[in-house]
């Protein structure tokens, strides 16, 4: 009989957070829930009284709140949470003012820096009465082409403080990229360092800052923060200036603008893989709320913590880990290659710091076991609590490696949202069990569900992820959007007045999901909906290859799957490796998952954010233009599939 890889002891149960907040229901209207499944449910029946209790739960200060916490509660779009309440979103994330640490930055070159809280509020206080000086105001936007530093973070603080739209994307975007998000928003002011590290090369970003500052008009400042040199030479940059020359070090207070709970917080980006990117506003009170529930409640962070997620500023889960400062925690960043000098680097960096709460992507956990790396063996991990996975589903093998290799008494969550909704769907619980291949739960008030092609709900079924009530990450809308058709278009034109995710997924036997891959990339081969996370977990299994990307190709009038495989060092794939990837992938699943090819590639291309791209790997084959390489780390992966003998008619 299947057994869970991890269940908490009833004592760490006990102490979570999330058993406290249980207590504070219960004794708030006289009820007696005494399991995550009965939290959720109430979380969805009573959805204004579950989002007003997190709101006082989590302390979250603001100028004014009344009894109203939702209207329009029968519209997606179109229900406005807290709408007579006035906070402002920094204020939230810069309330703890003392001398415990509240940012610790390593850097891949070994260089490592701390901040208390109280330092971090006198950082914010300086640079936020320069931007006011400079006439940004509420609404404006402020734009980062910055690494992972403090700066980032500052900068962010500074800009949401007086009420203005904070915008990132990382260094690592070419100059049409930039161009692609920033040129629709027209920041005023951008920050930048002057270039960044990444895999033992130094990396200049003042000359593509010069381009950028030249496509977009709308510039007024630059600001430039000191990180390869500390007397950098801006002389190139129109309108630049040093950041401790913009500052004001005089200043140690911050008059932080109150807003409405839906006033504009961050602009972000679709991955743009096929198209210009969609620029997606999220609100400050939803973006808050939600990510003091998803920290406190689903990851019990709390002051005590030491929290880090491996991240680029240009991937939401920045924007979800700065949230982080809400709970008072200590943040680790770490900027630069998670695998130079040593595959072991960020472990390294876990033990030195006593890291609780450790985040990172399926991808790298999957790169970790290939290359051998066993933690448990080699590093003092007693602080570690929490290991984190998102960016594509994690697989069972990975589940595994994590209890065998890491460590055996930890909560492994795998969670999944997106940009979309700057936060997660489904994600961890710390008082249920792990099992191998499921994200643990429902996200507390998240009414997500699974429907097939009727709008029928599917239990232990493959379908479409959607939510079928309000919640207040919801985005307020796509900039440039005046009649919100797009927006609309985007979400909700598959089932009216239902939120439409578009991953592929399913709700299992213990209440969890497992997510099957996205819905645009399912294949369909003999009609038969197949999602591509099923296929890679059986090819993980094979020692000899790397990583893999499928496609549906059509053919014959049918599809058939075509499987691209990147092999270990000097491995060639033949007919016997060919077989042995078949009859894995036959034996854990049925045929119509089998490739029909299986093709040998040098590198398969990826977001920045290190998502793999099935949708420009299948225009690429068939013959079309993929219209937006900027959104790749590798475009030039692309050229690998043109023309194959393999896939020709």
Known sequence: ?????????????????????????????????????????????????????????????????????????????????????????????????????????????????????AELYQRVAALAVSLRRQGIKAGDICAGFMPNVPETIIAMLAT??????????????????????????????LFTTDGYIYNGKQLDSLEKVAGIAREI???????????????????????????????????TEIDFEQLPFDHPLYVMYSSGTT????????????????????????????????FFYYTTCGWMMWN??????????????????????????????????????????????AALEKAGVKPRDTHDLTALKAVLSTGSPLSHESFEYVYRDIKTDLQLSSISGGTDIVSCFALGCPILPVWAGELQCRGLGMAVDIFDDEGLPLREEKGELVCTQPFPSMPIKFWNDADGQRF?????AQFDNIWAHGDYGEITAHGGVIIHGRSDAVLNPGGVRIGTAEIYR??????????????????????????????????????????????????NTTPRHV?????????????????????????????????????LANPEALELYKDLPELQA
Not at 332 to 356: N, R, T, Y
Not at 548 to 572: A, N
Request: aromatic fraction near 10%; charged fraction near 25%.
């Open 488 to 492: 609309h278009d985007a979400y909700f």
């Open 275 to 306: 198209g210009v990117p969609k620029c997606i506003v999220h609100s400050a009170g939803g973006t808050l709320i939600q990510h003091l529930k998803e920290l406190v409640l689903h990851t019990d962070i709390d002051r005590d913590d030491r």
């Open 1 to 117: 009989m299947e057994q869970p890889l991890w269940t908490p002891s009833d004592t760490r149960v006990a102490s979570t957070r999330l058993w406290d907040f249980i207590q504070s229901v219960n004794h708030d209207y006289q009820l007696s829930i005494d399991s995550y499944e009965e939290l959720w449910q109430w979380s969805i029946d009573n959805a204004e009284l579950f989002w007003s209790q997190v709101w006082h739960y989590t302390g979250i200060v603001s100028s004014w709140q009344s009894d109203i916490t939702l209207a329009d509660g029968d519209r997606m779009p179109g229900a406005r949470w807290f709408p007579e309440a006035r906070l402002n979103f920094a204020e939230n994330l810069l309330r703890w003012r003392d001398d415990r640490p509240a940012i610790v930055f390593c850097g891949e070159d070994g260089r490592r820096s701390e901040l208390s809280h």
């Open 320 to 365: 979800w880990m700065v949230s982080g400062l809400a709970t008072g925690c200590t943040l680790v960043l770490f900027d630069g290659s998670p695998f130079a000098p040593k595959p072991a680097v960020l472990w390294d960096m876990a033990e030195q710091e006593q890291i609780s709460v450790f985040g990172t992507s399926a991808k790298y956990l």
């Open 217 to 251: 008009d709308s510039i007024e400042q630059v600001v430039v923060i000191p990180f390869l040199d500390e007397e950098p030479d801006i002389s190139a940059l129109p309108d630049a200036e040093l950041i401790d020359n913009y500052s004001d070090a005089s200043v």
């Open 595 to 631: 490739p029909a090819v299986i093709i040998q590639v040098s590198d398969i291309p990826r977001t920045i954010s290190g998502k793999i791209v099935e949708l420009a790997v299948r225009q690429v084959v068939m013959g079309q233009t993929v219209k937006n390489k900027d959104a």
């Open 538 to 587: 059986q090819v993980e299994k094979v020692e000899e290859v790397l990583e893999s990307l499928c496609i549906g190709q059509p053919w014959q009038d049918d599809v058939r799957v075509v499987l691209f495989v990147r092999l270990r060092e000097g491995i060639t794939l033949d007919d016997e490796l060919s077989k042995h990837i078949k009859t894995t992938i036959r034996a």
């Open 160 to 189: 949401t403080s007086i009420g203005a739209i904070w915008s990132s994307c990382s260094p690592d975007f070419g100059i049409n990229g930039v161009v692609d998000r920033f040129g629709q928003v027209k920041p005023r002011v």
